[in-house]
Protein backbone atom coordinates (compact mmCIF):
# COMPACT_ATOMS: atom_id res chain seq x y z
CA UNK A 1 0.00 0.00 0.00
CA UNK A 2 1.45 3.63 -0.75
CA UNK A 3 2.64 5.98 1.88
CA UNK A 4 0.65 9.27 2.10
CA UNK A 5 2.57 12.40 1.21
CA UNK A 6 3.49 14.29 4.26
CA UNK A 7 0.61 17.12 4.98
CA UNK A 8 3.26 19.72 3.59
CA UNK A 9 5.48 17.90 1.49
CA UNK A 10 8.94 19.50 0.64
CA UNK A 11 11.26 17.99 -2.21
CA UNK A 12 14.46 18.37 0.00
CA UNK A 13 13.34 16.36 2.32
CA UNK A 14 12.38 13.63 -0.65
CA UNK A 15 15.55 13.60 -1.90
CA UNK A 16 17.33 13.25 1.42
CA UNK A 17 15.02 10.24 2.13
CA UNK A 18 15.86 8.83 -1.43
CA UNK A 19 19.99 9.39 -0.63
CA UNK A 20 19.43 7.39 2.52
CA UNK A 21 17.61 4.33 0.93
CA UNK A 22 20.38 4.87 -1.66
CA UNK A 23 23.25 4.39 1.54
CA UNK A 24 21.29 1.73 3.32
CA UNK A 25 21.57 -0.18 0.01
CA UNK A 26 25.20 0.01 -0.48
CA UNK A 27 25.58 -1.11 3.69
CA UNK A 28 23.52 -4.16 2.83
CA UNK A 29 20.30 -3.19 4.80
CA UNK A 30 17.57 -5.88 4.06
CA UNK A 31 15.01 -3.83 4.25
CA UNK A 32 16.22 -1.38 2.11
CA UNK A 33 16.94 -4.38 -0.61
CA UNK A 34 13.48 -5.48 -0.03
CA UNK A 35 12.17 -2.25 -1.07
CA UNK A 36 14.37 -1.90 -4.43
CA UNK A 37 13.43 -5.23 -5.37
CA UNK A 38 10.23 -4.17 -5.29
CA UNK A 39 10.18 -2.07 -7.95
CA UNK A 40 13.42 -3.35 -9.89
CA UNK A 41 12.83 -6.89 -11.03
CA UNK A 42 16.60 -6.94 -11.19
CA UNK A 43 18.76 -4.83 -8.60
CA UNK A 44 21.96 -3.18 -9.32
CA UNK A 45 24.71 -5.48 -9.15
CA UNK A 46 26.96 -3.11 -7.49
CA UNK A 47 26.04 0.08 -6.96
CA UNK A 48 22.18 1.98 -6.64
CA UNK A 49 22.01 5.07 -8.56
CA UNK A 50 20.36 8.27 -7.01
CA UNK A 51 17.74 7.70 -10.04
CA UNK A 52 16.84 4.65 -9.27
CA UNK A 53 16.25 5.11 -5.33
CA UNK A 54 14.47 8.40 -6.70
CA UNK A 55 12.45 5.71 -8.48
CA UNK A 56 11.61 3.49 -5.37
CA UNK A 57 10.76 6.68 -2.96
CA UNK A 58 8.39 7.85 -6.07
CA UNK A 59 6.83 4.20 -5.88
CA UNK A 60 6.33 4.24 -1.90
CA UNK A 61 4.16 7.39 -2.46
CA UNK A 62 2.02 5.98 -5.01
CA UNK A 63 3.44 7.72 -8.11
CA UNK A 64 4.58 5.95 -11.42
CA UNK A 65 8.30 8.12 -11.14
CA UNK A 66 10.60 10.62 -9.63
CA UNK A 67 9.26 13.24 -12.18
CA UNK A 68 5.54 12.89 -11.24
CA UNK A 69 6.58 12.59 -7.79
CA UNK A 70 7.68 16.00 -8.78
CA UNK A 71 5.06 17.79 -10.65
CA UNK A 72 2.84 15.89 -7.50
CA UNK A 73 4.92 17.93 -5.30
CA UNK A 74 4.81 21.06 -7.32
CA UNK A 75 1.23 20.76 -7.72
CA UNK A 76 0.49 20.99 -4.17
CA UNK A 77 2.71 24.07 -3.47
CA UNK A 78 0.52 26.13 -6.49
CA UNK A 79 -2.80 25.00 -5.01
CA UNK A 80 -1.39 25.92 -1.15
CA UNK A 81 -0.14 29.53 -2.49
CA UNK A 82 -3.27 30.00 -4.10
CA UNK A 83 -5.16 29.50 -0.98
CA UNK A 84 -2.56 31.81 0.70
CA UNK A 85 -3.52 34.82 -1.32
CA UNK A 86 -7.26 33.93 -0.95
CA UNK A 87 -7.02 33.86 2.92
CA UNK A 88 -5.04 36.40 3.09
CA UNK A 89 -6.83 39.16 0.83
CA UNK A 90 -10.20 37.83 2.98
CA UNK A 91 -8.55 38.49 5.85
CA UNK A 92 -7.86 42.24 4.88
CA UNK A 93 -11.32 42.97 3.62
CA UNK A 94 -12.78 41.70 6.67
CA UNK A 95 -10.42 43.73 8.85
CA UNK A 96 -11.00 47.06 6.89
CA UNK A 97 -14.38 46.51 6.95
CA UNK A 98 -13.83 45.91 11.22
CA UNK A 99 -16.26 42.91 10.58
CA UNK A 100 -14.11 41.11 13.66
CA UNK A 101 -16.58 38.42 14.03
CA UNK A 102 -16.99 37.05 10.79
CA UNK A 103 -12.72 37.53 10.93
CA UNK A 104 -12.79 35.64 14.09
CA UNK A 105 -14.21 32.74 12.41
CA UNK A 106 -12.60 32.77 8.98
CA UNK A 107 -9.27 32.84 11.11
CA UNK A 108 -10.27 29.25 12.74
CA UNK A 109 -8.12 27.16 10.16
CA UNK A 110 -4.80 25.06 10.63
CA UNK A 111 -1.46 26.27 11.77
CA UNK A 112 0.31 25.62 8.54
CA UNK A 113 -2.74 27.62 6.62
CA UNK A 114 -2.46 30.41 8.84
CA UNK A 115 1.36 30.87 9.08
CA UNK A 116 1.27 30.48 4.98
CA UNK A 117 -1.56 33.33 4.64
CA UNK A 118 0.54 35.32 7.03
CA UNK A 119 3.85 35.49 4.96
CA UNK A 120 1.75 36.79 2.01
CA UNK A 121 0.13 39.26 4.14
CA UNK A 122 3.50 40.58 5.95
CA UNK A 123 4.81 41.01 2.19
CA UNK A 124 2.54 44.25 2.19
CA UNK A 125 3.65 46.21 4.85
CA UNK A 126 0.80 48.88 5.04
CA UNK A 127 -2.02 46.43 4.74
CA UNK A 128 -0.44 44.71 7.31
CA UNK A 129 0.11 46.88 9.68
CA UNK A 130 -3.75 48.17 8.70
CA UNK A 131 -4.57 44.34 9.82
CA UNK A 132 -3.23 44.14 13.30
CA UNK A 133 -4.69 47.85 13.99
CA UNK A 134 -7.82 46.65 13.23
CA UNK A 135 -7.13 43.16 16.04
CA UNK A 136 -5.83 46.18 18.35
CA UNK A 137 -8.94 47.87 18.16
CA UNK A 138 -10.56 44.04 19.07
CA UNK A 139 -9.22 44.08 22.36
CA UNK A 140 -11.62 46.76 23.36
CA UNK A 141 -15.12 45.36 21.88
CA UNK A 142 -17.90 45.31 24.33
CA UNK A 143 -18.12 41.39 23.57
CA UNK A 144 -15.70 39.54 24.82
CA UNK A 145 -16.03 36.91 22.40
CA UNK A 146 -14.60 39.49 20.03
CA UNK A 147 -12.18 40.19 22.58
CA UNK A 148 -11.16 36.58 22.72
CA UNK A 149 -10.80 36.16 19.21
CA UNK A 150 -8.51 39.11 18.33
CA UNK A 151 -6.14 38.01 21.53
CA UNK A 152 -6.26 34.72 19.65
CA UNK A 153 -5.47 36.03 16.22
CA UNK A 154 -2.84 37.96 18.00
CA UNK A 155 -0.54 34.69 19.00
CA UNK A 156 -0.33 34.50 15.45
CA UNK A 157 0.26 38.24 13.91
CA UNK A 158 0.91 39.71 17.16
CA UNK A 159 5.24 41.49 17.53
CA UNK A 160 6.58 43.43 20.17
CA UNK A 161 4.93 46.46 18.42
CA UNK A 162 1.45 44.56 19.79
CA UNK A 163 1.99 43.11 23.37
CA UNK A 164 1.64 46.70 25.22
CA UNK A 165 -2.29 46.64 24.52
CA UNK A 166 -2.15 42.57 24.38
CA UNK A 167 -0.95 42.60 27.75
CA UNK A 168 -3.43 45.00 29.13
CA UNK A 169 -5.90 42.56 28.90
CA UNK A 170 -4.56 40.07 31.22
CA UNK A 171 -6.65 42.15 33.43
CA UNK A 172 -9.76 41.78 31.93
CA UNK A 173 -12.71 40.51 33.69
CA UNK A 174 -13.52 37.61 31.41
CA UNK A 175 -11.56 34.64 32.36
CA UNK A 176 -10.92 33.24 29.08
CA UNK A 177 -10.22 36.35 28.21
CA UNK A 178 -7.45 36.86 30.39
CA UNK A 179 -6.23 33.09 29.88
CA UNK A 180 -5.93 33.51 25.88
CA UNK A 181 -3.87 36.81 26.54
CA UNK A 182 -1.50 35.11 28.52
CA UNK A 183 -1.03 32.27 25.90
CA UNK A 184 -0.66 34.57 23.47
CA UNK A 185 2.28 36.81 25.07
CA UNK A 186 4.03 33.31 26.22
CA UNK A 187 3.68 31.87 22.16
CA UNK A 188 5.67 35.62 21.35
CA UNK A 189 8.18 34.60 24.13
CA UNK A 190 8.96 30.81 22.66
CA UNK A 191 8.47 32.00 18.68
CA UNK A 192 9.63 35.49 18.08
CA UNK A 193 12.31 35.98 20.46
CA UNK A 194 13.04 32.75 23.07
CA UNK A 195 13.01 33.73 26.74
CA UNK A 196 12.87 37.33 25.86
CA UNK A 197 9.14 38.49 26.98
CA UNK A 198 9.71 41.30 28.34
CA UNK A 199 10.07 41.14 32.51
CA UNK A 200 6.82 42.96 33.01
CA UNK A 201 4.69 40.57 31.34
CA UNK A 202 6.40 37.24 32.99
CA UNK A 203 6.29 38.27 35.71
CA UNK A 204 2.48 39.17 35.16
CA UNK A 205 2.19 35.70 34.22
CA UNK A 206 3.69 34.52 37.30
CA UNK A 207 1.51 36.28 39.35
CA UNK A 208 -1.57 34.65 37.48
CA UNK A 209 0.02 31.43 37.42
CA UNK A 210 -0.31 31.57 41.61
CA UNK A 211 -3.23 33.64 42.33
CA UNK A 212 -5.61 34.16 39.66
CA UNK A 213 -9.25 33.36 41.03
CA UNK A 214 -9.81 31.12 37.59
CA UNK A 215 -8.14 27.69 38.61
CA UNK A 216 -8.52 27.39 34.18
CA UNK A 217 -6.86 30.85 34.00
CA UNK A 218 -3.91 29.48 36.58
CA UNK A 219 -3.47 26.35 34.30
CA UNK A 220 -2.76 28.13 31.11
CA UNK A 221 -0.54 30.49 32.81
CA UNK A 222 1.64 27.70 34.31
CA UNK A 223 1.74 26.26 30.71
CA UNK A 224 2.82 29.58 29.07
CA UNK A 225 6.08 29.50 32.24
CA UNK A 226 6.98 26.39 30.24
CA UNK A 227 6.08 27.52 26.95
CA UNK A 228 8.43 31.04 27.91
CA UNK A 229 11.28 28.90 28.04
CA UNK A 230 12.62 30.32 30.95
CA UNK A 231 14.43 28.44 33.68
CA UNK A 232 13.87 31.72 36.63
CA UNK A 233 10.21 30.31 36.23
CA UNK A 234 11.05 26.71 37.80
CA UNK A 235 10.93 27.39 41.47
CA UNK A 236 7.15 29.30 40.41
CA UNK A 237 5.80 25.83 38.68
CA UNK A 238 7.07 23.90 42.01
CA UNK A 239 5.10 26.18 44.31
CA UNK A 240 1.80 25.89 41.65
CA UNK A 241 2.73 21.75 42.00
CA UNK A 242 3.03 22.05 45.90
CA UNK A 243 -0.12 24.04 46.52
CA UNK A 244 -2.56 23.28 43.63
CA UNK A 245 -5.41 19.73 43.52
CA UNK A 246 -6.47 20.83 40.56
CA UNK A 247 -5.29 18.01 38.25
CA UNK A 248 -5.49 19.50 35.21
CA UNK A 249 -4.01 22.37 36.46
CA UNK A 250 -0.98 19.79 37.35
CA UNK A 251 -0.82 17.82 34.45
CA UNK A 252 -0.12 21.80 32.84
CA UNK A 253 2.69 22.35 35.67
CA UNK A 254 4.45 19.35 35.78
CA UNK A 255 4.59 19.49 31.83
CA UNK A 256 5.84 22.87 31.76
CA UNK A 257 8.79 22.16 34.73
CA UNK A 258 9.80 19.30 32.54
CA UNK A 259 10.05 21.38 29.58
CA UNK A 260 11.91 24.02 31.29
CA UNK A 261 14.29 21.18 32.67
CA UNK A 262 15.55 20.09 29.38
CA UNK A 263 18.57 20.98 28.29
CA UNK A 264 17.45 21.60 25.23
CA UNK A 265 15.09 24.02 25.93
CA UNK A 266 17.11 26.48 28.54
CA UNK A 267 16.48 30.11 28.39
CA UNK A 268 18.54 32.60 28.95
CA UNK A 269 17.30 32.06 32.70
CA UNK A 270 19.14 28.83 32.46
CA UNK A 271 22.62 28.27 34.68
Known amino acids: MARELPPRPDLERLRREARTLQRAW ?17 APAASLPLTKAQTVIARDYGFASWPALVAGVEAWRGAAQSDAQMRAEQWFALAAAEDLRPLGRALAVGK ?22 ALLRGLGARRDRVR ?26 VPRVRWMTMHA ?22 Q ?52 LERPDKAGPGSV
Not at 26 to 42: H, L, S
Not at 188 to 205: K, M, N, Q, V
Open 26 to 42: VAGDMAAATRVAAVFAE
Open 112 to 133: GRKQAARAVMQSQPTRYAAFQQ
Open 148 to 173: FECAAALDTFGDATTRAPLARLMDDP
Open 208 to 259: AALTDPSVRVRHHAAVGLGLMRDALAAPVLREVLARETDARLRRGATWALAE
Open 185 to 206: LSCHACSETPGGLEPEYRDRIV
